[in-house]
C-alpha cells in the first residue's frame, strides 16, 4: 500500500526524472556502487534488483558494465516504469512498494541496490527486512543515502514557501548509521556490513530547484548541501549475506 505521503514524494521524483534524460551520464554514486560489486568477482550472469527503481537510469548503467546480467526493478511509479522498460527492452520492472509488500520469493537476487530511497521511510526497518529476505546466499545488498554518524534519526518534512503549492513533502530522512546497524543484527546477527563514505569528486552548482543538492567548501572539502539547510552525509551501506 502506498501513503499519501509517498504518493507526493512520487510526483515530486517524476517531475524531476520524467524531464531528463541522464542516462548516458551516470550519477557518480552509480559508479561507487558499481565498483563495489566489481571487487565481489560476481558471474556475468548475475541477478541484480534495484529497489525505487525510477527510469532505471542505475540499471542502464550497470547493464553497460554487465551486458550479460539479469535486471529487475521496482518503484510505485507507473510512468518512471515505462521510461525504464522503454530503455531497458530485456529487463523486468514492477510496480510496488518494498516498504510494504514482499514481492520477491526468498533468495532471488545476487545483488540488490536501494538509491536513495530509504530516506523516504519514516521506519526504515520493513524495507531492510525486504531488501535481505530476497538476497542468495554470498549476495550482496548496497544501500545508498543519508545516514548521520551520531545517534540521532531525524524525520524531516519540508515544503517550498514560495509557491501556492502546500503539501507538506517526505523524502529526506536521515537514519542514523546506529539504528540501521542495529536493524541489521536484530534481523541476522552473523550478517557482515560495513560502510563506505561517498565524496563528491567535483563541485555541482546550485540550481533553481533548491531540494536539489548542490556543493560548497567546508574544511577544504567539497560537501554536498540542500535547501534545507542540510548537510548531506553521503554512504554506501554494504550487508554481505
Known amino acids: ?35 563495489i560489486v566489481k571487487n565481489r568477482n560476481f558471474s556475468e550472469q548475475m541477478n541484480i534488483c534495484d529497489i525505487g527503481c525510477s527510469t532505471g537510469e542505475f540499471l542502464y548503467y550497470f547493464k553497460t558494465l554487465f551486458p550479460k546480467c539479469s535486471v529487475t526493478g521496482l518503484d510505485i511509479s507507473k510512468s518512471m516504469l515505462q521510461v525504464a522498460k522503454k530503455m531497458i527492452p530485456d529487463g523486468k520492472f514492477l510496480e510496488g512498494n518494498v516498504d510494504s509488500e514482499q514481492l520477491f520469493s526468498k533468495n532471488s537476487f545476487d545483488v540488490v541496490t536501494m538509491t536513495g530511497t530509504l530516506s523516504i521511510f519514516d521506519d526504515p526497518r520493513p524495507s531492510i527486512t525486504n531488501c535481505l529476505s530476497t538476497i542468495k546466499k554470498n549476495g550482496v545488498v548496497l544501500i545508498s543515502g543519508i545516514f548521520n554518524p551520531y545517534p540521532i534519526d531525524v524525520q524531516l518534512r519540508y515544503r517550498k514557501s514560495d509557491t501556492s503549492n502546500t503539501n507538506v513533502i517526505p523524502g529526506w530522512n536521515v537514519h542514523s548509521c546506529y539504528t540501521i546497524e542495529k536493524i541489521i543484527k536484530d534481523i541476522s546477527p552473523e550478517t557482515k556490513f560495513r560502510w563506505h563514505d561517498f565524496q563528491m569528486p567535483f563541485p555541482i552548482k546550485q540550481t533553481s530547484d533548491l531540494m536539489r543538492t548542490w556543493t560548497v567548501k567546508m574544511d577544504n572539502n567539497i560537501t554536498l548541501v540542500n535547501g534545507a539547510c542540510q548537510i548531506v552525509h553521503m554512504k554506501i551501506l554494504e550487508i554481505n549475506y
Open 1 to 35: 500500500m502506498v501513503t499519501s505521503e509517498e504518493e507526493k514524494r512520487t510526483e515530486v521524483d517524476e517531475d524531476i526524472y520524467l524531464s531528463e534524460n541522464r542516462f548516458e551520464k551516470p550519477k557518480e554514486i552509480f559508479k561507487s556502487i558499481c565498483s
